[in-house]
C-alpha cells in the first residue's frame, strides 16, 4: 500500500514539473519582437488620393508632379484634316497628316519637374521647370498649387518672302523666335473625383501661324486658361481645357480641347477632340484655329513612365 502510493505522489510530482515547464515554453521571449499581423488582417485605411490627371492635363500643365526620379515620355498627336471636312474615304481625318509633340520630363528632386516638348509646328521647342508647393494628396487641403516658368524657341527656317524689306507684317514670327513664360497653376478638387485647375498664363510673345493671320507674333500677352477633370473609374478620366479668347493676341474664338484617357500602370493613353492644336504654351495661349475657329481636330496624347 505504502508502494502504491509512493509511485502516485511520484507521478502527481511528475505531471506538476511537465506542466509548468509547458507553460514556461508557452511565454513569449521579451527580447523577441512580436509578429506582426499579416496584411490581410491589418487594418486598412481610405483609399489614396487619385488626381483624375497626370502632370499634363490634355494641353495645360497640372498642379501634379510625377514621383521622385520619375522620368516621362510624352506624345502630342494632331490630325491636320478637320473632322467636320472629313469622310469615309480618308478614315474620318485619321487618313490625314499630324503635327506631333514629343517631350521628356524628370523629377531630380520631390515635387520638382523639368522638362522640354518639342512640337513639329514651328519646330517649337519648349523648356520648363515646375515646382509644387501645395499638394492635396497631403491630406491637409483640397488644394494643390504650382508654379511654371520656361521658354518657347521657335527653330523654324525664315521662308524667303520674310526676307524681303520691308517684313510683310505675317513674318513677324522671324524677328521674335523666343518666348519666355510664366505659370501659376491651382486646383481644387470637390468630391475626391472632380478637380478644376485654373492656370494664369504671362507670355513675352505669343506665336501664330505665318500668313494666317495678319501679325503672326503678339507680345506681353496675359490670359487665364482653365480645365475641369472627372475621374468617372478608378482607370477613365474625362477631361477638357478652354482658353478664353484675347483680341490683344488675335484670338479668333474661344480655345476648347476634351479628352477621355485611359489609366493603367506608368501609362495614360488620351483621345481627344476640340479646335485647337497646338501644345505648346506659346501657340495655344492665343490660338489662331489656322483662321477656322469652327473646325475641329481628334488626336491623342501617351504617356509612359520609368522609375530610374
Not at 499630324?98 to 519637374?113: F, H, R
Not at 497653376?185 to 505665318?210: D, E, H, L, M, N
Request: include cysteine; proline fraction near 8%; charged fraction near 20%.
Amino acid at each position: 500500500m505504502r508502494s502504491y502510493r509512493r509511485i502516485l505522489s511520484a507521478a502527481l510530482i511528475a505531471a506538476a514539473a511537465a506542466g509548468a515547464f509547458a507553460q514556461e515554453k508557452e511565454k513569449p521571449d521579451a527580447a523577441t519582437p512580436k509578429a506582426e499581423a499579416p496584411p490581410e488582417m491589418a487594418e486598412t485605411g481610405p483609399e489614396p488620393f487619385r488626381p483624375p490627371e497626370g502632370s499634363i492635363i490634355i494641353n495645360l500643365p497640372s498642379a501634379e508632379v510625377n514621383p521622385l526620379r520619375n522620368l516621362q515620355l510624352h506624345f502630342t498627336h494632331r490630325f491636320s484634316e478637320p473632322l467636320n471636312d472629313s469622310n469615309f474615304h480618308d478614315l474620318f481625318s485619321f487618313d490625314s497628316g499630324a503635327d506631333v509633340g514629343i517631350g521628356l520630363s524628370y523629377v531630380p528632386v520631390k515635387d520638382l519637374e523639368v522638362g522640354f516638348l518639342r512640337y513639329r509646328s514651328l519646330e517649337d521647342w519648349e523648356t520648363w521647370a515646375k515646382y509644387r508647393f501645395l499638394s492635396a494628396s497631403q491630406g491637409a487641403s483640397p488644394v494643390d498649387a504650382a508654379l511654371r516658368v520656361g521658354g518657347n524657341f521657335r527653330a523654324a527656317k525664315t521662308p524667303d518672302i520674310c526676307e524681303e524689306s520691308p517684313r510683310p507684317p505675317g513674318c513677324s514670327f522671324a524677328d521674335h523666335k523666343n518666348s519666355f513664360f510664366a505659370q501659376a497653376i491651382a486646383g481644387i478638387t470637390f468630391f475626391g473625383r472632380v478637380r478644376v485647375t485654373v492656370v494664369p498664363t504671362y507670355i513675352t510673345y505669343s506665336a501664330q501661324q505665318p500668313f494666317v493671320v495678319t501679325e503672326s507674333v503678339h507680345s506681353d500677352v496675359f490670359n487665364v486658361p482653365f480645365a475641369v477633370a472627372i475621374a468617372v473609374t478608378h482607370s477613365i478620366n474625362i477631361q477638357a481645357e478652354v482658353v478664353p479668347r484675347r483680341s490683344s493676341a488675335q484670338a479668333g474664338g474661344v480655345g476648347y480641347i476634351t479628352a477621355i484617357e485611359k489609366t493603367l500602370l506608368r501609362h495614360r493613353f488620351a483621345f481627344t477632340i476640340g479646335n485647337i492644336r497646338p501644345t505648346t504654351v506659346d501657340q495655344y495661349i492665343g490660338p489662331d484655329f489656322r483662321g477656322q475657329p469652327n473646325n475641329y481636330y481628334i488626336g491623342f496624347n501617351l504617356t509612359r513612365l520609368w522609375k530610374l
